[in-house]
């Protein structure tokens, strides 16, 4: 027995290699993965494509997926305890009688959590909202980094005050807050993110953030 209770869980799949002999294909609607844990308690899930969307191939092996999460239940199952596995090709209308059909590498595939950080040269969006702009220009322009890293918000609005009054550069005043608050940007990034030596595939030396 074996469980796919951590599988149904995390969007699990199981993918194997099927053969169509030449000029079958279209005999059939479907193929049926039953999960088992005893007769008439099973977890059903069909395959009408190949895992990336395509047809099925004829005379050529095509990878079909059966991702968990579409199961179909039937009876009451138990996920801890499958006791067997089936395959099952429903036929269509046009079925005929076939032979030479082969299937090849039944595998499983199970997903893993990742750690997953998305930039964006974006710095907000117009008054409205919904248009994103690469440069706050105008004054009525709305700062996207408020709620992710409030450490951004005074460099950026300098930025902006800069872009929009250019004669402010010229300010020894605004020069030194400027000069100020970057440095203590910069202590707090190297604080969230300090730099450390890697090892393995990252190389020997390299010193990696």
């Not at 951590?6 to 294909?25: K, Q």
């Not at 090709?89 to 076939?98: D, K, P, T």
Request: glycine share 6%; proline share 5%; net charge neutral.
């Amino acid at each position: 027995m074996w469980s796919i209770a951590s599988l149904l869980n995390t969007n699990g799949a199981y993918r194997m290699y099927i053969d169509f002999p030449t000029g079958t294909t279209g005999y059939f609607t479907n193929v049926e993965l039953r999960l088992q844990s005893s007769v008439g308690n099973y977890y059903s899930i069909l395959a009408t494509v190949q895992s990336d969307g395509t047809a099925w191939n004829s005379n050529a092996w095509s990878l079909l997926s059966w991702q968990l999460s579409n199961a179909t239940v039937v009876g009451s199952p138990n996920p801890a305890q499958i006791t067997s596995m089936y395959v099952y090709l429903n036929h269509s209308g046009s079925y005929a009688a076939v032979t030479g059909i082969r299937f090849n590498y039944l595998y499983q595939i199970t997903p893993d959590y990742i750690d997953a950080v998305y930039y964006s040269a974006y710095k907000g969006t117009d008054l409205t909202g919904v248009t994103p702009k690469l440069i706050l220009d105008t004054a009525s322009d709305i700062c996207s980094f408020g709620s992710i890293a409030p450490d951004l918000i005074l460099p950026i609005s300098l930025k902006a005050a800069a872009t929009l009054s250019p004669q402010i550069l010229a300010s020894p005043e605004f020069q030194a807050i400027w000069k100020a608050d970057f440095l203590e940007a910069m202590l707090v990034f190297g604080r969230v993110y300090p730099r450390r030596r890697m090892t393995g595939a990252f190389g020997k030396t390299d010193i990696r953030r």
